[in-house]
Every structure is written in C-alpha cells, then in structure tokens.
C-alpha cells in the first residue's frame, strides 16, 4: 500500500494502549499492577490499569556488548533523583512496532541499492509477533508499506524506494511517530515496544516542521529512535552533514535509542545488523511515579545497574501528566 502524506498534524501520543489523554508520558498500562490471583482473567486486570512510566532498558558492558543476565533487583530508577519502586519488569523481547525510514532524495542515487539491500536485511529480523512499516522521504514523504509482520511484503515496499528530490527529514520522523501513536493494544499480549529506523545521507531542506518541534514531539512518545547518517560523497555537503549529525544525534539521545554514523553505503548492513542485536537485548520495566503533581513538567529519569563497569541507557526523561 502506497500513501502520500505533505502535511504535518499534531501527534496524539501513546505508548502502545490508550495515553491519559493530555500527552503526558506517564500511560495506563495494566501489565504493571499486581499480578491477577489464580483463574482470573487477565485481561480484566489489563483494563483496570495504573498509571506508570514505562522504559526499554539497553545494558552494555565495557567492550559494548549486550548484557542480558540481570534481574529486577539489580537495576534501581531514579525520576529527578528520587528512587522509583519497579512494578513491572521483563527481560524477554516483548514484540515491536517499527518503523523504517529510508532517505530517497536525489543524493542517495549512487547508493540507493546498497542501502535498500542493507534494510531489506534489517527486516528479516522481523518476528511474527512484530509489525514493521516501510516509509521513504525525499522532499515528500511516503508510506510504502503500512504495518505487517510479513517479511516478502517489506522487501517489496523497499525494493520500490527510489531517489529523487529534497530531503524532508524532520516530517518524515514527525508521520512515523503520529503512525506508531495508532497502534494500540487490545490485551496485554498485544503490547509493542516502539522504534523509529531511519537513514539518512544529509540535512533537512524541505521539512514543514522544524526540528524544535519533532524533538518535543519524540520526547513525548515512548518511541526509541535509532539514527543513520550515511557521509555524503562530495565534499561540498559536508558542512550540511553537521547539521544533519547533530539532528539524528538528538533524536537518538532523548528517546533512548541510538546514533550511527558510515563513510561508506557498504557498512550499512553491519549497522543495521547492530541496531538488530540491540532490539532482541533490551529490558522493558515499568513503575508508578512518586510524583503525585500533575504540571505537565518534564522529568528527568536515570537508570542504575547494580554490576561494576556496565552501563544502561534509557530515554532521558518524560512529561508528566496535567490536571483535567
């Protein structure tokens, strides 16, 4: 399916079930309240729900690789420095609900079938229980495939990316963060992790949206964005690039994910395959905040791992939620 979207619209944000309403990052979200008793239906517990704050958790150690043997125990969450008590906590991959986004602006020409090749091999990491859709922007931005779990339909969607045009960064990852903002969850099995995979060769120069306002955009969403930047071949943009790195550097940090950044369209897979084994290594807890105020403030959240020389890495805070 192949649908063009030009126009920015205000995003209705969500972790994977139905927000508070007022765009606060703080959800109601069942799996975090005390586990039903024996023979009652789950789902009823998942309707009931409690407010909390849930986090995907990325654990490495000093040579950066994936630890994935810790328990609840040994993390301990701080929310604007005062310590969290987990409700929910899972160290198994929940399912996910992707989107990736594929620079195809006139620039990418030379490099367009390597980079298609390198993603088509990122979406054969999809599971069954996953959704992945296909988006690619030049000075429009373009849904090739809507969501699926089907990997041949992927393949195909990215297959048909061609180049061409500007580069319209920012409202490209504006419509894949109000496209992930649909998927909502029914029960507790149909809960989705959120991520944004995009590549890009270069700055925004055709954006409707200005990049102030896609940041805010994605540090209210429980979306974790991992960045691409592809060097530009000729020298001339390599200033423009700068502007484009400290962009996607940004987006990764805010939102917990990740940047990477190739010379050559040839690493790309090796990229892709990183951003992979990170998905499949994360930790997903929750917990009810401490903090009863309902301003709407941003708040900063840390996560501590209770094991010397890892580190865990998380989305920098979230907005709390406001009164009626």
């Known amino acids: 399916m192949r649908t063009s979207l030009v126009t920015a619209v205000v995003l209705v944000v969500s972790l994977a079930v139905a927000a508070s309403g007022h765009g606060a990052a703080a959800q109601t979200v069942a799996p975090v309240a005390p ?29 950066g690789r994936y630890v994935t043997d810790l328990e609840q125990n040994d993390f301990s969450v701080f929310e604007d420095g005062a310590k969290q008590e987990l409700n929910f906590f899972n160290k198994t991959n929940l399912p996910i609900a992707l989107s990736l986004l594929i620079d195809s602006s006139a620039s990418m020409e030379q490099r367009m079938e390597t980079a298609q090749e390198a993603a088509i091999g990122f979406a054969r990491t999809i599971r069954a229980q996953d959704l992945a859709q296909v988006v690619d922007f030049d000075s429009r931005v373009e849904i090739r495939q809507s969501f699926t779990n089907r990997i041949d ?6 297959h048909n990316t061609s180049s061409g045009g500007s580069t319209a960064l920012h409202n490209a990852v504006y419509i894949s963060l109000k496209e992930l903002a649909k998927i909502k969850a029914k029960n507790p099995d149909e809960i989705r992790r959120q991520a944004i ?11 409707l949206v200005s990049f102030e306002e896609v940041l805010e955009l994605a540090k209210r ?10 060097q530009p071949r000729e020298t001339s943009a390599l200033r423009g690039f700068r502007e484009a790195e400290f962009v996607l550097r940004q987006l990764a940090q805010e939102t917990g994910g990740r940047a990477f950044f190739a010379q050559r369209a040839e690493e790309l897979k090796d990229v892709y395959g990183q951003i992979a084994a990170e998905l499949s290594s994360q930790y997903t807890m929750g917990y009810a905040p401490r903090n009863p105020r309902r301003d709407g403030a941003f708040r900063r959240v840390v996560v501590q791992v209770a094991r010397a020389n890892v580190t865990a890495r998380t989305k920098r805070g979230y907005y709390g939620p406001v009164s009626n």
């Open 35 to 63: 586990a039903a008793p024996a023979g009652q239906d789950k789902s009823q517990v998942f309707r009931a729900g409690v407010e909390v704050v849930s986090l995907n958790v990325t654990v490495t150690d000093s040579q």
């Open 153 to 158: 339909d992927l393949e195909t969607a990215i």
């Open 197 to 207: 995979v995009v590549l890009s060769d270069g700055e925004d120069t055709s954006s």
């Open 221 to 230: 969403s429980e979306t974790a964005i991992y960045t691409i930047g592809l």
